[in-house]
Each structure stands twice: as structure tokens, then as C-alpha cells.
């Protein structure tokens, strides 16, 4: 069998995907089908109409194109204001440990505000470089061109505000590039465009769904995708830069992508983002930089009563540099 190229980068579908969505977007859209007549009353119809692209399908519900699009703002309205699904068991720690080598972009259907709000409160969204929204770029075919044709889509992030700039650019193709979905429709699209794709059982479709569309593999478990798409790699610890937890805190965890982990609930929207990338871009001009002294003994020391804000600072700094 012929190896397959290195993955460069993932694309991600969010609903399905990366949140639970099959109760949560059937509530929304209900909402949307009694109110405009179209006649889609239970979730099985609903979840069909992702077959193909979504809002095509909506689309053909619809008497014509201005109540398509009504239909549709009404729709991405609701989403705005009231979809909130949680995060699918486990995948956090996947996107965390796939940034460590890959460029990771985010592609759904729903609205860019949505995606925020959903990577923002799971402290995901520094973790990819590229978000497409169903407002801004409603067809995903569509969008993975624009992702593959874009020469800055190689500079990924790695769990921080700024952009990898110091690392090696990588060049992306179809063959380097997979998506990771839940729908059929989707695994069409990208192997139209000529990325390749893999499925997960936990969304929209099922697994003979996802095969019979073409996906060559498809994960059970969110556990299953790191080593699906890094092989061994994905067994050792990354080589990618480390940025420091929220608030300068010890890890309550190593997910593997040289983040160090984060405290179970913070979000990575706050000054804690701005310290750790700052401690991140500062790691690659410290060599030969001395840090100061530990404390002598008695004093103050990090993590223990009367510790000063430098003394913390001081200590996350060389937990970064030991981890490095």
C-alpha cells in the first residue's frame, strides 16, 4: 500500500462534529419550520437535509427565493441568540494535540458568532488558525478551496492570540489536508474539491452513511482521530511551542499540544491569552537568558502564602522552560 502524505492540516466541522448538535439544532430549526410552513416535524427529516449542503436543501423546502432567504436569516438569527451545545466528550484534548502539528481550521453552517461563542467558551479558539462561517461562506466547498488556495493558511496557531510566524511554513494540498466530519454531504464536498475525509459516529449520520459517502475511516471515538492522522507521532509529546495555563496556574492536565493544559472551565478569551502568548513568543529569544535566583531560603516563594505576582511570574516561566 502506498504511505499517504504527512497530515499539514485539519478541517473540522463544528456541529456534529465538535459539539453535540442533534438535539440542540433540531430545537432551533423547528422553531424556524412551524414558523415558516415547511412542513419538517420531525429530527429524522430535519438530519436528511444534511445529505447535501444544508441551506440547498432548506432551499427546495421553500415557494421561492425570497422566502429562502428569509428562511435562512430567520435560521442563523436563532442560532445567534440561542444555540449553545455543549462540546462533544473528549475532543477538546484532540484539537489540542493536533495543533501541535497541523493547521487547524473550523468550517460549519452556523453563524461566525456561534463558532465563537462555542471555541471561546471551551478555550479552543486560539487553536485555529481559520474559522469559515455559514454567513460569511455558506457553501464549504467554497471554503476549502479558499483554505487550500490561500498561501497564508500554512501558518497555524498552537493555543495562543498570535500566529506561529517563527515556525516553517507549511505548503497545503489536498492530499496533506483532511476534514473531519459528521455528514454525508460534507464527506461529497471535500472529496469533490479532492481533500481527503474521515467521519465520526457521533453526529448527523451514521457510520455505513459516512463510508457509502466515501470517508476512508470512521472514528468511534474522539480518541480515535490523533493517532488516525499522526500515527505514532501522536503517541510522543509535540515539539510545538508551550504557552502558560490562564492566571499563570500549575496544569490540571497535559493534553499534548505544548499548552500544558488548563484548568477544567477557564476560557482563553482574557489577559490569561495575552500572558501566556507573551511567555510564548519570549521562549524563542531566551537562550542565554538568565533567570533570576530562586528565592533564599524563608522567603516568599511562588504558590505558598505571601508569594508576590513576580514570584509566580517567575515561576511559570520556569515550568515553560522545563516542559521546553
Not at 490562564?246 to 472551565?265: V, Y
Request: glycine share 10%; net charge neutral; aromatic share 6%.
Amino acid at each position: 500500500m502506498q504511505a499517504r502524505p504527512p497530515v499539514r492540516a485539519v478541517i473540522f466541522d463544528l456541529d456534529g462534529t465538535l459539539v453535540q448538535t442533534r438535539v440542540a439544532s433540531w430545537e432551533i430549526f423547528e422553531k424556524v419550520s412551524r414558523r415558516f410552513g415547511l412542513g419538517v416535524d420531525r429530527p429524522e427529516q430535519y438530519f436528511g437535509l444534511f445529505q447535501g449542503n444544508v441551506y440547498a436543501s432548506i432551499r427546495k423546502l421553500c415557494r421561492d427565493e425570497a422566502h429562502a432567504d428569509e428562511v435562512k436569516e430567520a435560521f442563523l438569527q436563532l442560532l445567534r441568540d440561542e444555540y449553545t451545545p455543549p462540546l462533544v466528550p473528549g475532543v477538546g484534548d484532540v484539537v489540542r494535540r493536533l495543533a501541535a502539528d497541523c493547521t487547524l481550521a473550523v468550517m460549519s453552517s452556523n453563524a461566525t458568532q456561534v463558532l465563537r461563542r462555542v471555541l471561546e467558551s471551551n478555550a479552543l479558539a486560539f487553536c485555529f488558525a481559520h474559522v469559515f462561517g455559514g454567513d460569511v461562506t455558506p457553501d464549504k466547498r467554497t471554503a476549502m478551496r479558499a483554505f487550500l488556495a490561500d498561501g497564508g493558511s500554512g501558518f497555524g496557531r498552537r493555543c495562543s492570540a498570535d500566529y506561529d510566524e517563527a515556525g516553517r511554513q507549511v505548503e497545503l494540498d489536498g492530499a496533506s489536508t483532511v476534514l473531519v466530519t459528521d455528514t454525508a454531504g460534507d464527506v461529497r464536498d471535500a472529496l469533490e474539491v479532492g481533500i481527503r475525509v474521515i467521519g465520526v459516529a457521533w453526529g448527523m449520520h451514521t457510520v455505513e452513511e459516512l463510508t457509502a459517502a466515501g470517508a476512508e475511516f470512521v472514528a468511534l471515538w474522539p480518541q480515535e482521530i490523533a493517532p488516525y492522522l499522526l500515527g505514532d507521532a501522536a503517541a510522543r509529546p509535540p515539539d510545538g511551542a508551550c504557552v502558560v495555563p490562564r492566571e499563570l496556574a500549575e496544569p490540571t492536565s497535559d493534553c499534548g499540544c505544548g499548552c500544558g493544559g488548563a484548568p477544567a472551565g477557564t476560557a482563553s478569551a482574557d489577559g490569561g491569552v495575552a500572558a501566556a502568548a507573551a511567555v510564548r513568543r519570549n521562549r524563542r529569544r531566551m537562550a542565554g537568558v538568565r533567570l533570576p535566583r530562586p528565592a533564599p531560603s524563608g522567603a516568599a516563594t511562588a504558590g505558598r502564602p505571601g508569594a508576590t505576582a513576580e514570584d509566580e511570574l517567575v515561576a511559570a516561566i520556569r515550568r515553560v522552560c522545563r516542559r521546553g
